[in-house]
C-alpha cells in the first residue's frame, strides 16, 4: 500500500494542519477553498470507498467520509470547501453536517459537472490517484461526455442540495455545456482548467509554437465568455503577469 493512504477511515489531519498554518498566517486576507475528495488517500484510487468485495462504490460510506473531511477543513479555517467526488446526495450531506457543526458559514463548491475526462492524467500521476483496483476507471460516477442532460441534472441537484457555487470540469472541452447551465441556473458558476489543458499549452510553448501567456489568456477568455465567474487553473500564480503581457 503506498505510504499515506489507508484503506478505511482516512485521516484528514495533514490537510487540516496545512488550512489552520495558511490561515495563522494570512489571517482574514487569505480566502481558501479547499478541495473534498478521496481519491489521494485511498489505496484504490478511487473518489470513494469500495465495498467489501471490492467491485463498486459504496456511495454511502463514502459521503459519509467526505462530509466529515469537509467539517474538519472548515474547522481548521476553510473558508470554502469543494467536493470534486461526484458522490450522490454529497452535497446535501455536507450541508447538513457544516450546519450540525455551525459551520453554516462556510461555501460550497460543488463539481456539479464533472466530465469522465483524459485531461486529469497530469494530476492523477503526481497525486498518485490513478485507480488500480475494483472498477476499472471512473466512468460510473463521472459524467458522459456524451451526456450534456445528464451535466444540467446533476447541477440541478447540487443546486437544490445546498451548493453555494456550482462548476465545469474539464473547461475547454465544454464550453458549450457551460454556457448552457450559467443561463438555466443562476448561481455563480466556476471553471476548471484542469491539469491536461494546461500541460497541453505548456507543451506548445515548449516547442516555440504558442505563447504561453497569450495562450493562457485565451482560455481564460474563452471561459469568461462562456459565463464562468471564477477559474481554477494551475497558472493562477501566474495569472498578474499573463494578463498584462496579453495586453502588450
Request: charged share 25%; with cysteine.
Amino acid at each position: 500500500m503506498p505510504a499515506g493512504k489507508w484503506e478505511h477511515a482516512p485521516d484528514f489531519g495533514f490537510t487540516s494542519r496545512c488550512i489552520a498554518d495558511l490561515r495563522r498566517r494570512f489571517g482574514r486576507n487569505l480566502w481558501i477553498s479547499v478541495d473534498v475528495c478521496l481519491c489521494s488517500y485511498t489505496e484504490h484510487g478511487h473518489c470513494g470507498l469500495l465495498d467489501i468485495e471490492r467491485e463498486h462504490i459504496d456511495n454511502g460510506r463514502s459521503v459519509t467520509e467526505l462530509a466529515r473531511a469537509a467539517c474538519e477543513y472548515a474547522a481548521a479555517g476553510a473558508d470554502c470547501v469543494a467536493p470534486s467526488d461526484m458522490m450522490d446526495g454529497r452535497i446535501g450531506a455536507i450541508r447538513r453536517a457544516l450546519d450540525g457543526s455551525d459551520l453554516e458559514r462556510t461555501l460550497i463548491l460543488s463539481y456539479a459537472a464533472k466530465f469522465h475526462s483524459c485531461f486529469y492524467g497530469p494530476f492523477r500521476h503526481a497525486a498518485d490517484s490513478a485507480p488500480r483496483s475494483g472498477p476499472e476507471d471512473r466512468a460510473s460516477y463521472q459524467i458522459d461526455p456524451a451526456r450534456p442532460t445528464d451535466a444540467l441534472q446533476s447541477a440541478l441537484r447540487d443546486e437544490a442540495e445546498g451548493a453555494d457555487i456550482l462548476m465545469v470540469k474539464p473547461g475547454l472541452p465544454y464550453l458549450d455545456v457551460l454556457a448552457r447551465l450559467t443561463e438555466r441556473i443562476a448561481r455563480p458558476w466556476a471553471v476548471y482548467e484542469v491539469s491536461g489543458e494546461y500541460a497541453a499549452v505548456e507543451a506548445l510553448a515548449s516547442q516555440g509554437l504558442v505563447n504561453a501567456a497569450r495562450a493562457h489568456v485565451e482560455l481564460w477568455t474563452a471561459f469568461t465568455r462562456a459565463g464562468a465567474t471564477m477559474i481554477i487553473s494551475y497558472g493562477a500564480r501566474h495569472a498578474r503577469r499573463w494578463l498584462a503581457e496579453a495586453q502588450t
